[in-house]
């Protein structure tokens, strides 16, 4: 198997299972790798799960600010130029614009994301 050398490279996650080949971890790289780090950056700050237990529209909206300004703190991605859409209550999509490798589009799947039941 020949390694390809990126700036960016990260192990290969698809619903939340890392992807093997021939029992080697496959890796993403650059633009890809991003998208990734950005999805499971959301994922772990909780804020998917307080966008889907809120239902106050004006409340929905401060936890799509957040999400945007967690997302703006990677280096990586040019300020200004992230942009979120819910595309069905259960589907998010992300666009953005990297520094060196130009536009970035990701979803993040609500189903994927953990959910805590409370214990009380």
């Known amino acids: 198997m020949t390694q390809v050398s990126a700036k960016y490279s990260d192990l290969l996650i698809q619903d939340g299972v890392l992807i093997l080949d021939l029992a080697q ?14 999805k499971h950056l959301l994922m772990d700050s909780g804020l998917v799960t307080q966008l889907l237990a809120q239902r106050s529209a004006t409340l929905r909206a401060d936890v799509l600010t957040k999400m945007e300004l967690l997302i703006e703190t990677d280096v990586r991605l040019v300020p200004g130029s992230i942009e979120l859409n819910i595309r069905t209550p259960s589907l998010i999509t992300i666009t953005a614009t990297t520094y060196e490798f130009g536009p970035l589009a990701l979803d993040v799947n609500t189903v994927e994301v953990p959910h ?3 214990t009380n």
């Open 25 to 38: 971890p496959v890796l993403t790289h650059t633009r890809a790798s991003i998208a990734q780090d950005v």
């Open 116 to 118: 805590v039941t409370p």
